[in-house]
């Protein structure tokens, strides 16, 4: 399965729980630790932590285990780490205060409904 499929999958998971402001960063030609970041946003911890689990079944029904997942206990900001794409999902506010999206200025942003 390629990183793009991957990457559908995972935006699927998010969609289907609500995600706010989701945003795919093709980063494969500015790092080697993935080829996407995804990034999306929740408006509580129980909606953040309900994506979380969505995306990582969803991936698992496809053959598909993570790597890592952090901060799934205090759900400010999970980290799933799946080798090829990399699932960042935020609470409203620690999402503007590390701005991902900054940091990853190099990457390609991708519309995530052309993916």
């Known amino acids: 399965m390629t990183s793009r499929e991957?990457?559908?999958?995972?935006?699927?998971?998010?969609?289907?729980k609500k995600a706010q402001d989701i945003k795919v960063?093709?980063?494969?030609?500015?790092?080697v630790m993935?080829?996407?970041f995804?990034?999306?946003?929740?408006?509580?911890?129980?909606?953040?932590?309900?994506?979380?689990?969505?995306v990582e079944e969803k991936l698992h029904d496809a053959g598909v285990t993570p790597r890592q997942i952090e901060g799934y206990h205090t759900a400010n900001w999970i980290l799933m780490?799946?080798?090829d794409?990399?699932?960042h999902i935020f609470n409203e506010e620690d999402r503007l205060f590390?701005?991902?999206e900054?940091?990853?200025l190099d990457g390609k942003v991708i519309d995530a409904e052309k993916l």
């Open 6 to 16: 991957l990457a559908k999958i995972a935006l699927s998971g998010l969609s289907d």
């Open 81 to 83: 780490d799946f080798n």
């Open 34 to 36: 993935a080829d996407y």
């Open 25 to 31: 960063i093709d980063i494969s030609e500015i790092s």
């Open 102 to 104: 900054k940091i990853w």
């Open 98 to 100: 590390y701005n991902l």
């Open 38 to 54: 995804i990034i999306a946003s929740g408006s509580n911890r129980n909606q953040v932590q309900a994506m979380a689990d969505n």
């Open 85 to 87: 794409i990399i699932v």
